[in-house]
């Protein structure tokens, strides 16, 4: 509803030229005066006369938006732009329109406007702004809507003169005519406007048009006069006072320089909240990972599948090889059982093992024997010792059977590696391994029946393989897989000397093996004869010095003379009281180092022999007998 209120023109809208369209800027049309023919009293013709009776003003044409050409907007006319055609009678003749004299020759005509102006620019193809559509790069100028309503620029509102012509005063309805509808909501009319009085306003039918009125002056501020209307004389196409850009809110553009220190402040302020927020992130996540140990399910790394086959040379290629060849041995008797251990010596059946681990079976016990593989088969005493400590049994009905290879221990240096197998705590197939920590280590075991009987004398080969209690009777291997010894005694920390590992005691890095050239004589006796036979010299020892070396006693333990006649001893030369300090060159402590000395050898064997008699060292030599001669 535009209330009577002309149509304000968009300023995106292109001024057309008004003879060619209706739409932009247009004139409300002039009410037309009672017109009389020549007689005063017929109405002109429909030529362009009137009827004398009401009138209605002419409705604004609809608003149709150009495709082409940018223009400017229409100026003020000026007296340069009215234009009358004189006719023969000095009277002026309107446009179609136009109001003529009563006569035809004193009537009102207003000239029509002027030729516009040329365009500024050729017709744009591609409808740039601000002519255009509008575009990302020509913001519109702020608009703002005045409270009181403005004309278009270049339009006449009802009331008001257009520039240049003499208002005409609107006529009244005749009495008693009915108003007309598209009037009810105008405005009521401006009161006329009184013409200047004096000689130039009395000069003929057709008054001079003087020029425009200037324009009122600005006020402070860009108002117009007193400052209240900023709007009076808008233009939008007119180039901007202010020196800064306008945005679309009206407020000046941010120079670069600004816009740079905006935008290292946005930086700044966006790097300080992401660290803040990652910050807390973190944190949090750590908080959570703490107390309730990770995210998810757990899986560990684990190595894949690799080949089972070992180094020959290392302990793993040395046990594969062995352990085939080591038995495990329980043996029951009447009075005690035990556990020990054992290896294969060929393959008839005859394993190896110590003395002490049989002896419990006596006469009437039994002993089972079980192979690596779970097999077990019963065994018998084949022979047995209790002065080298060393047993042989044999298994029946059992085939397959992987002997040991055996070495040779004098070739042993201290220091080379050993690896131990047996079955401590009849925990069967144990490994274990270290070096040997000495050779001929002299050591006694036994010795819990009355009178010695069951003393042995071992030249040992010292390791610190752990050896427990069932490791008896295991085998000592070198670095070929190869049996250089035969487990027999370890040193228990609660005192006393070695003992054999029958006992409870656990290891504290001192074992000790019976040599395998020792055992493999003795393995051979007992095989072949069911008995060993012991190197001897034919004298008596005093046990009892304590001095340095060996003493011969004064008697024999039968009391007899204390140098067997006939035997090697006093062949050599040997009298009661003489101190025997060297065998071979090796010094000899004590009564027991000169037995474990002896016994190393066999019977038949030379021995040199160094003694002091009445404070003088001799040597002599002799050649070793038998036990059982």
Do not use: C
């Amino acid at each position: 509803m535009n209330e009577g209120k002309p149509t304000k023109a968009k300023w995106w809208s292109r001024p057309r030229s008004s003879e060619d369209a209706t739409d932009g800027d247009f004139e409300l049309e002039r009410p037309r005066p009672a017109h009389t023919t020549g007689n005063g009293g017929d109405v002109a013709d429909g030529s362009g006369g009137t009827d004398g009776g009401d009138f209605e003003l002419e409705r604004p044409a609809p608003i149709r938006v150009a495709d082409e050409g940018d223009y400017e907007l229409d100026r003020p006319v000026t007296e340069t732009d009215v234009h009358t055609d004189a006719d023969p009678h000095g009277g002026a003749r309107a446009d179609s329109g136009g109001v003529d004299g009563g006569d035809g020759d004193d009537g009102l005509t207003v000239a029509p406007v002027g030729e516009r102006s040329k365009p500024l620019h050729d017709p744009d193809p591609y409808s740039t702004p601000p002519y255009g559509k509008p575009g990302p790069w020509a913001p519109a100028p702020p608009v703002q809507h005045p409270a009181a309503a403005t004309p278009a620029h270049g339009t006449v509102a009802a009331g008001f003169p257009a520039p240049g012509a003499t208002a005409v005063p609107p006529q009244a309805p005749p009495p008693g005519a009915m108003p007309d509808p598209a009037l009810a909501d105008a405005p009521p009319p401006a009161p006329p406007v009184t013409p200047a009085q004096g000689p130039t306003a009395a000069a003929g039918p057709h008054p001079a048009v003087g020029p425009p009125e200037a324009p009122a002056p600005i006020g402070p501020g860009g108002d117009s006069p007193g400052g209240t209307d900023p709007w009076g004389r808008y233009d939008p196409w007119a180039a901007s006072a202010a020196a800064a850009p306008l945005q679309q809110n009206g407020a000046g553009a941010p120079t670069r320089e600004q816009r740079r220190k905006r935008a290292g402040k946005v930086i700044v302020g966006g790097a300080l909240l992401i660290a803040l927020v990652s910050g807390g992130i973190g944190g949090a996540l750590g908080t959570y990972l703490e107390r309730n140990g990770g995210v998810g399910t757990v899986e560990l790394p684990q190595a894949g599948k690799e080949a089972a086959e070992r180094a020959p040379g290392s302990v793993a290629g040395i046990a594969a090889r062995a352990l085939p060849s080591v038995v495990t041995l329980h043996v029951s008797g009447s009075d005690a059982a035990g556990t020990g251990t054992g290896f294969v010596l060929d393959d008839r059946g005859h394993i190896l093992t110590n003395n002490h681990v049989v002896e419990p079976a006596g006469s009437g016990g039994g002993i089972t024997v079980t192979f690596n593989s779970g097999d077990t088969a019963e065994a018998t005493v084949v022979g047995r010792d209790s002065g080298y400590d060393l047993a042989v049994v044999k298994v029946k009905g059992v085939s397959g059977l992987s002997p040991l290879p055996l070495g040779n221990s004098d070739n042993v240096r201290v220091g080379d590696p050993v690896v131990a197998i047996g079955a401590p705590f009849d925990l069967a197939g144990t490994v274990t391994s270290g070096i040997i920590s000495a050779k001929e280590r002299p050591i006694t075991a036994g010795g819990e029946e009355g009178g010695g009987s069951d003393v042995s004398y071992v030249d040992a080969l010292q390791t610190d393989a752990p050896i427990n209690p069932g490791n008896s009777g295991g085998p000592l291997l070198d670095a070929r897989g190869r049996a250089i010894g035969i487990n027999s005694a370890i040193r228990s920390a609660d005192g006393g000397g070695a003992d054999s590992d029958g006992g409870q005691a656990g290891s504290i890095g001192l074992g000790f093996a019976i040599p395998i050239n020792q055992g493999r004589r003795v393995a051979e006796e007992l095989i072949n004869t069911g008995k060993a036979t012991h190197p001897v010299i034919g004298i008596t020892l005093d046990m009892n010095y304590s001095g340095d070396g060996a003493r011969v006693g004064a008697k024999g333990s039968d009391g007899g003379p204390a140098v067997t006649t006939g035997g090697p001893g006093a062949k050599a030369g040997i009298e009661p009281g003489d101190v025997i300090t060297a065998v071979d060159g090796r010094r000899v402590h004590s009564g027991e180092e000169l037995i474990v000395a002896t016994r190393a050898h066999r019977p038949g064997d030379r021995l040199e022999l160094t003694l002091e008699r009445d404070g003088k060292e001799t040597s002599v030599s002799l050649v070793l007998g038998s036990s059982g001669d």
